[in-house]
Structures are given as structure tokens and as C-alpha cells.
T-cell receptor, first 113, second 111 residues
Framework: KAGVTQTPRYLIKTRGQQVTLSCSPISGHRSVSWYQQTPGQGLQFLFEYFSETQRNKGNFPGRFSGRQFSNSRSEMNVSTLELGDSALYLC????????????FGPGTRLLVL | QKEVEQNSGPLSVPEGAIASLNCTYSDRGSQSFFWYRQYSGKSPELIMFIYSNGDKEDGRFTAQLNKASQYVSLLIRDSQPSDSATYLCAVKKSGDDKIIFGKGTRLHILP
């Protein structure tokens, strides 16, 4: 079974731009969670989508948004990028209702200049 | 109080010894606990999960959970240099089911 895939793997943007990241979960998994990882703050929860609905949301500003499609693929969008948004963005796929363990994708490393 | 706390390390352990990694959590109602390993530049990889009080063993790894003390630990027996990584503790909160991660403990196995 294929793992979680994320695209793009690396991205360089400038302040004020917006960015869209994509995540395809493991086949059959309907839950997708997004995390931001920085050296100082560690892994911070952004949001979770399940069956195209946002199920949970972390403490991030409204510039961070996401959505999920009917095939469970998910996108997250960050508008008006700031320098502090430079981070590794990780997507995790979960088979809710099973053992509910999360499996992470390789991540998208975003650099904001 | 942080929701999930870990000593950042680095924790240095001689090869072949037992590495002990600790984690405390604040939500007393939490039911599910996870340990992830993350190599530098890579994404977290699930090592173990534990739901019940006591010990759970999987190969060289043992997870220990004490809900009364709100404490979960990971023991790595016969430590190998390949075990050198950052170990993340994660807790699934009661109520909203969010999974919250600690900042991780860096483990260095000395050859």
C-alpha cells in the first residue's frame, strides 16, 4: 500500500505571497491532519479533515486554511506569507475508527524570504 | 503547564545500554499515547502506541504508561547507533481527539 504523499517537497516564496500544499493520504484513510514543524516550537497541530469536513483546528491565524476533497486528498493554503511561516509542513493520514495511528508524509519544506 | 512535556536532551547512551525516554502530559482524560522517531531531515515514524496502563513490548522497544501519574515512557534495549534520532511523544486528548506532540528528546547512542 502506498504511503502518504505530499507535494511539492520544497518551496521558496517571498513575503506576502500565498502557497498551496497538497497531501494524498494512504488509500482508505479518510482523515488527514496537518502540522507545522519548526525547531523552536516543535510539531504544532494546524487542522484535521475527515470526510471533507474540518474536524479539529489548532491555534493558528486565519491565514492558514485547508480543505479536503471527496477522494480524501487534502490541500492547505497559507495566504500573505510571513517570514515566520518558514517551516516543515507535515501531513498525517489516519484510519479513524481503527487503531487511529497517524502515518506521516515526507513533508513540504517551505522557505519564506 | 505544557500539554505534553519532554526533556529536550540530548540524552547520550552507550551502545548496548538501555535508553529511557520520558514524557508527561496534562490532560488526565487522555486515552491514547504514541511514540514517534524522527531522523534529521525526515518525517516522524510511528514506533509504538499504548492505551492501557502498564508495559507494552515490541522487539527492543517497551512503552510504559502510568495514567495516575500522567506519565509515559519509552525504553530502548540494546541501543544501537541507528537509534540516534529525536523521539516524539504524542497524546490524543479526550474530548476533541486532537493529537498533541511534545517537542521531542534528542537521543545520541555512543558507539
Amino acid at each position: 500500500k502506498a504511503g502518504v504523499t505530499q507535494t511539492p517537497r520544497y518551496l521558496i516564496k517571498t513575503r506576502g505571497q500565498q502557497v498551496t500544499l497538497s497531501c494524498s493520504p494512504i488509500s482508505g484513510h479518510r482523515s488527514v491532519s496537518w502540522y507545522q514543524q519548526t525547531p523552536g516550537q516543535g510539531l504544532q497541530f494546524l487542522f484535521e479533515y475527515f470526510s471533507e469536513t474540518q474536524r479539529n483546528k489548532g491555534n493558528f491565524p486565519g491565514r492558514f486554511s485547508g480543505r479536503q476533497f471527496s477522494n480524501s486528498r487534502s490541500e492547505m493554503n497559507v495566504s500573505t506569507l510571513e517570514l515566520g511561516d518558514s517551516a516543515l509542513y507535515l501531513c498525517a493520514s489516519t484510519n479513524r475508527g481503527s487503531q487511529e495511528t497517524q502515518y506521516f508524509g515526507p513533508g513540504t519544506r517551505l522557505l519564506v524570504l | 503547564q505544557k500539554e505534553v512535556e519532554q526533556n529536550s536532551g540530548p540524552l547520550s547512551v552507550p551502545e548496548g545500554a538501555i535508553a529511557s525516554l520520558n514524557c508527561t502530559y496534562s490532560d488526565r482524560g487522555s486515552q491514547s499515547f504514541f511514540w514517534y522517531r524522527q531522523y534529521s531531515g525526515k518525517s516522524p515514524e510511528l514506533i509504538m502506541f499504548i492505551y492501557s496502563n502498564g508495559d507494552k513490548e515490541d522487539g527492543r522497544f517497551t512503552a510504559q504508561l502510568n495514567k495516575a501519574s500522567q506519565y509515559v515512557s519509552l525504553l530502548i534495549r540494546d541501543s544501537q547507533p541507528s537509534d540516534s534520532a529525536t523521539y516524539l511523544c504524542a497524546v490524543k486528548k479526550s474530548g476533541d481527539d486532537k493529537i498533541i506532540f511534545g517537542k521531542g528528546t534528542r537521543l545520541h547512542i555512543l558507539p
